[in-house]
């Protein structure tokens, strides 16, 4: 399904859907602050629940990774530069961090995000993956900083 994100007939026929699909997915878990934060977020960020841009974890709505990176193609963005930061990595432990930059079209510098992942603050399920994880918390950290979005 196909969403026009730019004309206002086409968000509200986003939030309709948005809502629906909520309901489908998570029922008696949605109070009306939940469906009032999830049009906040549709009308303002054009995030689509069926895309996997945003799931309901436990109080509050997150907005994933593949999210994001959508947020950032609909707004232009011109560019994402990731180095690690060796003072803060030990391989060998299996510690690694990063530092993300997002650019923007508006920015000059760039909104810096910052991410790190060891063993002690990650899941077992991504366990041996923690550079990955690294890298992508320091992604996320940096493209909210961008947007303007909250956890």
Partial sequence: MRFSYMSKTGTSRLLRVNVREARQRWGLALDPDK????????AQFRFVISAGDLVLIDRGWYVTHAGLLRLASRRRCTGIRVAPVEKFSDPA??????KATVHTPSSQIGF????????SNCSALVRGAELR???????????????????
């Fill in 112 to 119: 810096v995000g910052y991410g790190d992942a060891d063993p």
């Fill in 133 to 151: 994880v690294a890298e992508t918390r320091a992604v996320n950290r940096a493209l909210r900083k961008a947007y303007g979005i909250g956890i």
């Fill in 93 to 98: 432990a299996h510690r690694f961090a990063f």
């Fill in 35 to 42: 469906i009032r934060i999830l049009r906040a977020f549709t």
